[in-house]
Structure formats: structure tokens, C-alpha cells
């Protein structure tokens, strides 16, 4: 089970208080792009086994969106801050690297 914190509100919770959303730090396409960027977006999802970052919203409480940071064989929770960045604070990234050497975020970037 994952506990979580949110960002928005600072409840923290199991997971059930929240929704996942997918895959952060994605470009989400939508009318105007093309068939393929379209196709990508819909189908081409990366499922890695470790570090990931996912979107969530705390459905149970503020309703608000936020990215999580976590690793998928563990579910170490790293961290979760707002969704309105285009990639996590330096201390998350910190916190990853010191738990997972040779970690870089230039993988995700």
C-alpha cells in the first residue's frame, strides 16, 4: 500500500484517498496534433521497474492534481510536490540519487 502526501492540502493517506492519473512530465497531446503524436500519447506508455513519476489526485479530499515520485518494485515514495512543474525539486531528486546510485534524472528529461 501506498501512503502518499499531498502537496495541495498536507493530508497524508493510503492510497485509496487518491487517483492515479499516468505518467508524469509527458507531453499530453490533444486536438490540432497529428495521428502519430496522437497514437504515442494514447499507447506508447513507459512502464519501468523502478523510479517512476506519476500524476494523482487527492479524490477523497482538496481534489487537486500532483506528481509522485516512487519506485514500482519497492513503492518507496520519494516524494510529491505540485503538479505545475515541468520536473521535481532538487531535494526529491536528491533523495532519489542518495537511495538509488547512478540514478540521473536526464533518463526522464
Known amino acids: 500500500m501506498l501512503i502518499l502526501t499531498c502537496p495541495c ?3 497524508t493517506a493510503e492510497e485509496t ?3 492515479g492519473g499516468g505518467e508524469a512530465h ?3 497531446h490533444g486536438p490540432g496534433s497529428s495521428d502519430d503524436e496522437f497514437h504515442g ?3 506508447e506508455k ?3 521497474k523502478g523510479v517512476h513519476f506519476e500524476r494523482w489526485r487527492h479524490a477523497n479530499g482538496c481534489g487537486k492534481w500532483f506528481h509522485a515520485a516512487r519506485c514500482t518494485v519497492t513503492l518507496e515514495v520519494f516524494g510529491t510536490y505540485s503538479a505545475q512543474t515541468t520536473e521535481p525539486p532538487q ?3 536528491d533523495r532519489i540519487s542518495a537511495r538509488r546510485p547512478g540514478w540521473s534524472w536526464r533518463e526522464f528529461a
Open 9 to 11: 492540502c498536507g493530508v
Open 17 to 19: 484517498e487518491f487517483h
Open 26 to 28: 509527458i507531453k499530453r
Open 41 to 43: 500519447y494514447l499507447f
Open 46 to 48: 513507459v512502464n519501468p
Open 91 to 93: 531535494d526529491i531528486k
